[in-house]
């Protein structure tokens, strides 16, 4: 259970393990924000026969859907519901993986311009727990989407490729001796134009910069009407020089975000249901009309079992009830350079395989969930047939570790539910790291699960 899984994978066998990450490595290149994400999804999702819930339930038509036919509902372009009809009826429960897509970044504010020292500056209010000094130096770029008062909308992608980027400065070491590392969330500003527009009457330095956004019909009143969200520039690559590790932004949780749609997008005819949900806002405490604690993917439940000529109060609850889940989300890997705040023997170690966490939570498991023996033994036993390689772990030593996911509120369902996630270094920083190894068993995890019978 615990060897390093290069072994599994040398030789011929690291094809597959490249193929897969290849794929991965270009999703985690362009898809940086959770509409970017969405719009992956919704077309790989449509290339594979999945037909829109919301095209369904306008369509008027009463052909009912039937076991192996798949849906997919979008909530407001940032979380997405993949389903697929099982050949048993939905109330005998549902297989379902669920992943956030949001990942710790910088926004921009509503009313960001402004300027200072003959700059044109840029105020952000960050999202997520950064340790704000890894975000300054690093060449950034803007992702996002600008929603006119008329209704029309331009996506930004400004940074990428050949682009110019944008950053947060920091001092030179000569004024700044006792390098404190204490920047503060407000001192966060983007450096964004320095050119002065002789034209304009004041403001110029902010002037000239406006003048260019003029050129996409974007004005400064329409960033009160925008999500623009500051993310690390460039491509994620190989990392280590043995290539057996990638670097990318936002690895949290798109890792098993990527890997639990490509185990949806691949299944094909389940004998229970299965249901991928990609969410927003998990790293703020998964709040807001589009996390997990929004009632959209019960709603989405409800639409499809009326679809299928199954919906009934009881039958839903039901099916959430008997449902199995895994909460697909990243742990901490052991990281070589500090091993203090990790226990060697129970955390988690790239390359030894996909991660569960029987609870999360911190101090005496406060906050946790706490997934049940026998669904583990079922668990266990489907991965062991499969020869799925995993690791049994917790995140760090005991009182100095701890965190929390998705899973506690999927749990108020009363379902089956553990988290399983590929292990990260550098979690939250602006480049994080994966295990390629790792990567492919939590896809091979993940195809496994939804083949599983539900038992309760
Ligand atoms: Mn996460
Ligand atoms: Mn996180």
Redesign the pocket.
Known sequence: METNLWEKYSGDKRKPVEDFCAGYKDFLSTCKTERECIKFAIKHAEEKGFVSLEKLMNSHSTKKLKPGDKVYGVNMNKAIVLFIVGKQPIEYGVNIIGA?IDSPRIDLKAKPFYESAGFCMLDTHYYGGIKKYQWTTQPMALHGVVVRKDGSTTDIVMGENDDAVVGFSDLLPHLQKDDKKDIKGEDLNIIAGNIANPKAKKDKFKDFVLEVLKKKNITEDDFFSAEIEIVPAGKARDFGLDSSMIMGYGQ??RVCAYTALKAILECEAPEFSAMCILVDK?EVGSTGATGIRSKYFENCLVEIMNLCGQYSELGIRRALNRANMLSS??TAGIDPNYLAPFNLATDAHLAKGISFNKYTGSGGKYGANDANPEFIAQLRRAMDDEGVTYQANEMGKVDEGGGG?IAYIMAMYGMNIIDAGVPVLNMHAPWEITSKVDIYEAYRCYKTFYKMPIKK
């Open positions: 956030h949290d949780d998990e989300d990243v996911t």
